[in-house]
C-alpha cells in the first residue's frame, strides 16, 4: 500500500507475535502502554515507519490502545478484520480484530 516494507507492528505481545514471527517482512513489534517494551523499535520509529496496529476488540486494554493510537496517529486509518482458521477442511471459531493503520511518514 506504501510502497515500502513493513516496518513495524504495534499491539499486545499476544496479538502480533505471530505477524512479527511468520510476516516476510518481519516487523518489528512495539507494546505501547506495557511496563517491559519489547526493545525491537522506538516511539521515534513507530511514527518515522508507521505501523500497522492489531488489537482484539475483547482485550480490556483497548480503551488505552486506541487512546495511544489517537496521540500518536490521529489519521490513522481503523477497520475491523474477521479472521477464521480451518484445519483439515474444518472451519474454527471467527475472531475479529480492530486494525489500525499509520502511513509512514518519510
Do not use: C
Amino acid at each position: 500500500r506504501f510502497a515500502s516494507r513493513w516496518a513495524v507492528v504495534a499491539g499486545t505481545m499476544e496479538s502480533i507475535q505471530p505477524m512479527v514471527f511468520y510476516s516476510p517482512d518481519h516487523p518489528a513489534a512495539f507494546t505501547p502502554n506495557e511496563a517491559w517494551a519489547s526493545g525491537l523499535t522506538s516511539l521515534d520509529d513507530v511514527k518515522r515507519y508507521g505501523f500497522i496496529g492489531v488489537f482484539d476488540p475483547t482485550d480490556g486494554r483497548l480503551p488505552a490502545f486506541e487512546k495511544w493510537v489517537s496521540d500518536v496517529a490521529p489519521n490513522a486509518e481503523r477497520m475491523v478484520m474477521t479472521t477464521r482458521r480451518f484445519t483439515h477442511g474444518k472451519a474454527g471459531p471467527s475472531m475479529s480484530w480492530n486494525i489500525y493503520i499509520a502511513p509512514p511518514a518519510i
